[in-house]
């Protein structure tokens, strides 16, 4: 299958063949009504105005390097996991959002291997029964996936950070696939690159999580860029990736789409070659 993800209405109409994921909450705080017969995204703790408004309110190390968008690696604010009041502001909205159709999370999870070391973490650890802190982060978002999963009828997809090494996806957000694998219908892996004048890494990670994901019968969506990317250079990423990915989606712009068009329609023709020849 394949499919867009974009912020436009327009091309949600215009891509109503495909399988569409519409950005209704993003890391900007931008919010838009969620919409019938497509997978509405939205961020979790993923709030750079929240972060700016409150800065306390970021997930921080332990020498309390916040989760900001001028911290390195950082591309976004992040708000701690278990800060009550945003969490329950937060399933609000998914309960809003889900209700309409299906829901995929983006920036789920802690904020990488250091967080989250604020006041809050450490007393919720110190408190809680288990004395390994990277179990812990794992329990806390897989309770945190639960609360969701009971909030929503419908589907609902999980963004994983592209890091297939076994343990990692774990390590670095809380994101435990072995614990996940019955509350979600489906994880979403970007692999991103503005004109993809290498590929090899989009193969690779892709090739890794499949080998986790199939053992688990998770499907697995790969969201790739459409920016700045020529049509026969997009068709071979996706064909290198098409043995591995259950879905493929495009970020999609009004700018893209005639490009990404293109891609679908010609990898959809390869499918129906091969399924002709099978
Ligand atoms: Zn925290």
């Known amino acids: 299958m394949y499919g867009i993800l974009t912020s436009e209405k327009a091309l949600v109409d215009a891509f109503a063949d495909a399988v569409v994921h519409y950005s209704t909450d993003d890391v900007s705080a931008n919010k838009r009504p969620p919409l019938e017969n497509v997978i509405n995204t939205v961020a979790c703790w993923g709030d750079t105005a929240a972060v700016r408004a409150d800065p306390s309110l970021a997930a921080q190390t332990a020498d309390t390097t916040r989760a900001e968008p001028e911290t390195e690696g950082h591309h976004w604010g992040t708000v701690c996991p278990t800060n009550e009041t945003y969490r329950t502001t937060l399933l609000e909205r998914i309960s809003t959002v889900g209700g309409v159709g299906a829901l995929r999370l983006t920036t ?31 329990r806390t978002i897989t309770q945190f996936i639960r609360d969701v999963r009971s909030h929503c009828t419908d589907e609902l997809y999980v963004t994983a950070y592209p890091d297939p090494y076994p343990g990692n996806l774990r390590g670095r957000t809380g994101l ?19 004109s993809y004048e290498t590929t090899y890494w989009v193969e690779s990670l892709a090739r890794g999580f499949a080998r986790e994901l199939d053992a688990l019968d998770i499907p697995l969506t790969v969201q790739l860029s459409a920016s700045n990317v020529r049509v026969d250079r ?44 099978q």
């Open 108 to 138: 789920p999870g802690f904020p990488g291997t250091q967080f989250c070391r604020c006041e809050s973490c450490e007393r919720k650890f110190n408190a809680s029964d288990i004395d390994d802190w990277q179990a812990w982060r794992a």
């Open 176 to 194: 435990d696939p072995k614990e996940l694998a019955a509350l979600v219908d489906g994880f979403v892996v970007p692999l991103c690159s503005i």
């Open 234 to 277: 997009l068709v071979d990423v996706t064909r290198q990736i098409s043995p591995y990915a259950d879905s493929v989606i495009y970020g999609t712009t009004t700018d893209t789409a005639e490009v990404v068009r293109e891609v679908i329609r010609q990898c959809a023709d390869d499918d129906f070659q091969s399924a002709i020849v």
